[in-house]
């Protein structure tokens, strides 16, 4: 879904602004599109946790990043990811854990969205952590 507004003023007649403004809209409509990089509360990426029997979790975003772009452009986003690392249990569910970073096409700027878990994340017991601490310390 993408709404366009076309607003044309400086014409003599309604029936030629009406015309400007559906050429414009289909301009619009032709030659541009929506990238979907994830939508909101929707898990996308696994990232490692210590501490946890998961050891694994789910992020993703609170909101939709979704970016209108001219329609030759639509492959030449590039996505960074940067988590906070290391990630250690317990985690709440929507635990601010990152950053996506949506780099535009042809030097166009940067968009930034916060990562959040999209799951609780529990510690494992204390005998387990022990256990699992003192095998990595070997």
């Known amino acids: ?4 507004i076309a607003v044309v003023n400086g014409l003599a007649t309604d029936k030629t ?13 032709t030659n541009f599109k929506n990238v979907v990089i994830t939508l909101a509360n929707q898990p996308f990426l696994d990232v ?11 992020i993703g975003t609170d909101k939709d990043v979704i970016i209108p772009v001219a329609s030759q452009l639509s492959d030449k986003f590039k996505v960074i990811y940067k988590i906070k ?4 249990a317990p985690l709440q569910k929507g635990t601010e854990v990152g ?4 780099e535009k096409p042809e030097n166009a700027g940067q968009l930034i ?16 952590r022990f256990f699992y601490n003192l095998r990595n310390l070997f």
């Open 1 to 4: 879904d993408r709404r366009l």
């Open 17 to 29: 602004r009406i015309a400007e403004a559906e050429a414009l809209l289909n301009y619009g409509f």
């Open 48 to 58: 490692s946790v210590y501490g946890s029997e998961q050891n694994m979790t789910k």
């Open 85 to 88: 690392t290391p990630l250690i």
């Open 99 to 102: 950053e996506l970073i949506v």
């Open 113 to 128: 969205y916060k990562l959040y878990t999209t799951e609780e994340i529990v510690q494992m017991p204390f005998y387990k």
